[in-house]
């Protein structure tokens, strides 16, 4: 299984989200032998500020978006983890997913696994997942119930917890995108594809949509089940 985690801020060493990923990732390798893990954060991957919406199909851009975006088409599972700041996600986590806006028409990410995650220091988690859990529908991934994390008070014996808590909820559901889905996916798919309809042919995100899924596709469920064979 291949797992892309992006974490949304600059890791504070010795902090207790350092070791909470550090952990995670241990956790995951231990538990699912053959996967490949990959961490990305702002310390190893450069995204630029998004502006207009020509910058996302700029293949000159001097950003890692070409790359990361190769990493996450080839993930089985997406997990988004962003901190909470002044009561929502973080702006890197923000520039992360500005640098994708597209996605949420063309939808590259049907047969994925999301699973949203927010670190606090004792609220606002649900915004934050909320949003998160929205794009990733968006995107056309299914989604796991999102994880609010509260730092204050947690020492690492809760922390240890935790990471035990979400890996063995991601063994349990990894396999089950069919029981994962919801009507808002198919919802959101068939808008997509009403709106692209429309588009003249020349237009890029109605060509990546349907070079993905021919106009004969019948819905997203018909997607999901032919990419989880
Ligand atoms: C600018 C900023 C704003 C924050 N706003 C909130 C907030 O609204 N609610 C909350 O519970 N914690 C808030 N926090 C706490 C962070 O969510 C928490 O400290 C962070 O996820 C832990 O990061 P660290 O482990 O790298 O120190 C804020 C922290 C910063 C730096």
């Known amino acids: 299984m291949n797992i892309l985690i992006y974490f949304g801020n600059k890791i504070n ?6 070791y909470f990923l550090n952990q995670l990732k241990l956790e995951i390798e231990r538990k699912f032998i053959n996967s490949n893990v990959h961490l990305v954060t702002p310390n190893n991957t450069k995204l630029n500020i998004v502006t207009n919406w020509m910058q996302l199909f700029d ?10 975006e190769k990493q996450i088409l080839s993930a089985d ?10 009561a929502h996600i973080s702006s890197y986590t923000k520039i992360f997913l500005d640098r994708y ?10 047969g994925k696994i999301g699973l949203p995650i927010t670190i606090s220091g004792s609220n ?3 915004y934050g997942n909320e949003y998160l859990e929205k794009i990733m529908r968006y995107w056309g991934l299914v989604t796991m119930p999102p994880i609010s994390i509260k ?6 014996a809760a922390m240890d ?8 909820q991601i063994e349990r559901e990894s396999n089950n995108h069919l029981s994962l ?11 997509n594809k009403r709106n692209l309809m429309e588009y003249p042919d020349s237009n890029i995100e109605k060509k990546l949509f349907f070079d993905k899924y021919p106009e004969n596709t019948k819905n997203y469920m018909d997607i999901l089940v032919s990419k989880i064979k």
């Open 13 to 18: 060493n010795n902090s207790r989200t350092e």
């Open 59 to 68: 293949e000159s851009s001097n950003d890692d978006a070409d790359k990361l």
């Open 77 to 86: 599972l997406l997990i988004i983890i962003s901190p909470i700041f002044t």
């Open 101 to 110: 806006a597209h996605w949420v028409h063309t939808m590259p990410c049907i």
């Open 124 to 126: 606002s988690n649900d």
């Open 151 to 156: 730092l204050n008070g947690a020492n690492s």
């Open 161 to 168: 917890s935790l990471v035990r808590y979400i890996t063995r």
């Open 181 to 191: 889905y919801k009507s808002i996916n198919n919802e959101i798919f068939e808008y």
